[in-house]
Every structure is written in C-alpha cells, then in structure tokens.
C-alpha cells in the first residue's frame, strides 16, 4: 500500500495463530473508532468499529477492544490467514458525529506459512 | 458490495496546473470526504461535505482546494495550482451514518504525481 513499511512496526504472525494489533489513541472526547486494513494498491477497507460506551465488539474471526483509561484500542484476528497480510489502521472520529477521522500510523502483518 | 469508485486512478500533471479528482460515493450515503496519504505517512484528513456544503476542512485545505457535487452522483476535488507537495494517493470515503457496522467506506484512491 503507499505505507511502504519503512518506518512501521511490524506484526509477524504464523498462519493459524491470532493476531493483536494494538493502537494509543489521541482524544479522549474521541467516541467512536474504527479499523482499518490497506492491502498494496487499495484503500482502506472497513473491519470493525466501537464506540465509547462500549469495550469489546466481536465480528467475524476480529475482535475490538477499548480501554479508555488508557486510550487504548487493539484488534485481534483469529486464525489468522495470507489474506490478512496488510497494513492495519485504528482511527477515531474527532469532533461531530460523521466527522473527519484521525489515522494512526498503521501496522504491517505479515503472515507466514 | 456498494463501492466508492475514483478516477482516475494516476494522475500526473505538471507542477502548476489544475487537476480535478472524481469520485462517486455510495448512493444511499449522506457524508462525504476526502483523505489524502503522502507516501510512507498517515492518512490525513482534508475536508468533509454534508447537505451541500463544506461541513469541516483542515489547515492543508487551503484556497487552492475546492470540493463540489455537482449532481446527485458526483463528488469532486480540484486543487487549482499544483505543488510538488500535492503528490499523495487522494481518497474519496461516504457513510450514511446511524449505526454500527458500516463505518466509513473508502475508495481505493487517484496517485497524484505533480512533476
């Protein structure tokens, strides 16, 4: 993707195993949360999002937690795939409801077989 | 699956000239953007667009940005005198809001290359 991984952290995962990605957030008036995943060549593409009331949401084979005492989000992937290998974003909405959105740095998975 | 769709998706233009990026966002949607991610950096937000009008724009959104929706489909971004800095992946996102679930849906973005 156009984060070419020379300056992100690295997350190498064996394929089958679970991943944790984690994420410090900014703002503590942030109240909702999203994760992204960027593959080479693509945008970002939706996983899962929470909201502040909340601290654990679940889809499928993902995970999101939320500990808002230390602004901490992290997103676990279970048996985790060649597919999931991307760069990982958190972002958090800003201001109004449907606001501008703030990306974290991302994280590179790599997956190996 | 409903997608955000941009064209083009290179663009290369000489430093000084207008380019115009195109999107059209999902049909149901309510609120529009645009990001940009200079090579090896964070997206970055640059504006938001709801009911017709410029709802929330950063400190990089200046008077040589402009954003439009000219029909009901269309969702446009025109930078009037490109920089050598303009060079970044631009990306169209929409969400109609309300629940969980839906986030923000992005489009897989224009590389623009001012040279």
């Known amino acids: 993707g156009e984060n070419v991984g020379l300056h992100l952290p690295t997350l190498s995962v064996q394929e089958g195993d679970n991943s944790i990605i984690n994420c410090a957030y900014s703002n503590s008036a942030s109240d909702y949360f999203i994760w992204y995943k960027q593959e080479s060549g693509k945008g970002p593409q939706f996983i899962i999002d929470?909201?502040?009331?909340?601290d654990k949401r679940q889809g499928q084979r993902v995970t999101v937690l939320l500990n808002k005492t230390v602004k901490h989000l992290s997103l676990q992937i279970a048996a985790t795939q060649p597919g999931d290998s991307a760069v990982y974003f958190c972002?958090?909405?800003?201001?109004?409801?449907?606001?501008?959105?703030?990306f974290g740095a991302g994280t590179q998975v790599v997956v190996t077989p | 699956e409903p997608e955000v769709t941009q064209t083009p998706s290179h663009q290369v233009t000489q430093m000084g000239q207008e380019v115009i990026l195109r999107c059209v966002p999902i049909?149901?949607?309510?609120?529009f953007y645009w990001y940009r991610q200079i090579l090896g950096q964070k997206v970055e937000f640059l504006v938001s667009?709801?009911?017709?009008?410029?709802?929330?724009k950063s400190e990089i959104f200046d008077d040589q940005f402009s954003v439009e929706r000219p029909d009901g489909s269309n969702f446009t971004l025109k930078i009037r005198s490109t920089k050598l800095e303009d060079s970044a992946m631009y990306f169209c996102?929409?969400?109609?809001?309300?629940?969980?679930?839906?986030?923000?849906?992005f489009g897989s973005g224009t590389r623009l290359t001012v040279v």
């Open positions: 667009f709801y009911n017709n009008e410029i709802s929330e």
């Open positions: 049909s149901n949607h309510l609120y």
């Open positions: 972002a958090e909405n800003i201001g109004d409801s449907w606001g501008k959105l703030q």
């Open positions: 929470i909201r502040s009331n909340m």
């Open positions: 996102a929409s969400t109609q809001g309300g629940h969980l679930g839906y986030g923000y849906t």
